[in-house]
């Protein structure tokens, strides 16, 4: 039975929950807050990042397909800001890719929606029409193997070439 919060706390906090006893981490998303400083600014963001890299310490599958469209907007927005912190961005996205622990790649366009994939729970995010406001979805066990299924398709044909989209990135800002 699938299971909706609202607010981007639900989703920080749910996500890090399920992924302190999971064996699987699967990510569908837009902008990757495992390698985008951008992307950890609330406290829930945070508290996310620093059980995911607990997760790194066990035994886990990680894998990360990302939107390189959204990734490069967002990394020239902050370039715009500050140059030093759109290097340090490239850079922390140099070192994930090297992790042997991540599977990072990425898609070339805009991908409508993200979820986040669990051994036995998904996390879909649900954005309103006003962007400041989102929901999740929580699925449960039978819902699980279909998203597994469509990862594994975007995944197979996700781009894994992280350094050379990093130098040109890098040659833009």
């Known amino acids: 039975m ?5 607010g981007r706390e639900a989703y920080y906090d749910m996500a890090g929950n399920f992924l302190k006893d ?3 981490f699967y990510v569908y998303c837009k902008t990757p807050s495992i390698f985008m400083s951008s992307q950890r600014v609330y406290e829930e963001q945070k508290r996310f990042y620093q059980i995911f890299l607990e997760a790194l310490k066990r035994d886990i599958d990680i894998r990360y ?3 390189l469209s959204f990734v490069k907007e967002d990394i020239l ?3 715009g800001k500050g140059r030093q912190e759109a290097l340090s961005i490239l850079g922390e996205w140099n070192e ?4 042997p622990k991540i599977q990072l790649r990425f ?3 805009k991908n409508p929606f993200s979820f986040l994939v ?3 729970k998904t996390i879909s995010l649900a954005l309103y029409p006003d962007r400041n406001k989102r929901g999740i979805i929580i699925f449960d ?3 699980v193997p279909f998203f597994r299924e469509f990862f594994d398709q975007v995944f197979a044909k996700a781009s894994n070439n992280n350094k050379k989209v990093i130098e040109d990135i890098k040659g833009l800002i």
């Open 141 to 143: 066990n039978k819902e």
């Open 65 to 67: 397909v990302f939107s």
């Open 118 to 120: 669990y051994d036995e």
């Open 22 to 24: 999971s064996r699987i």
């Open 96 to 99: 994930v890719s090297e992790n």
């Open 2 to 6: 699938a299971e909706f919060r609202v």
């Open 77 to 79: 927005d902050v370039a």
């Open 107 to 109: 898609i070339e366009g």
